[in-house]
């Protein structure tokens, strides 16, 4: 499914790491999200916004109603 999954992004970014090997973000990401701009927003036709639409896609299908099936709602219960 990972594959799949990945396939259905287009044109992944490469993840950029720090010196001890963390992943950093996108220069761009960090300078909309600081001054408050969705990246998605800021530039809807962006190579970000696609890859953020395309994740939204494929996290809708496997959501929307009728895409399988359907769960009951867990049962909460409040004890005093």
Known sequence: ?????T?????????ATSAG???????????KSDAGLPVVAADLDGPHAKID?????KAWEQIK???GVARAAPK???EA
């Open 76 to 78: 909460i219960v409040i």
């Open 1 to 5: 499914m990972r594959r799949a999954f």
């Open 21 to 31: 090997g963390r992943p950093t973000l996108e220069i761009t990401i960090r300078e």
């Open 7 to 15: 396939e259905s992004i287009p044109e992944p970014l490469p993840i």
């Open 53 to 57: 639409r395309a994740i939204a896609a």
């Open 65 to 67: 109603p009728g895409a």
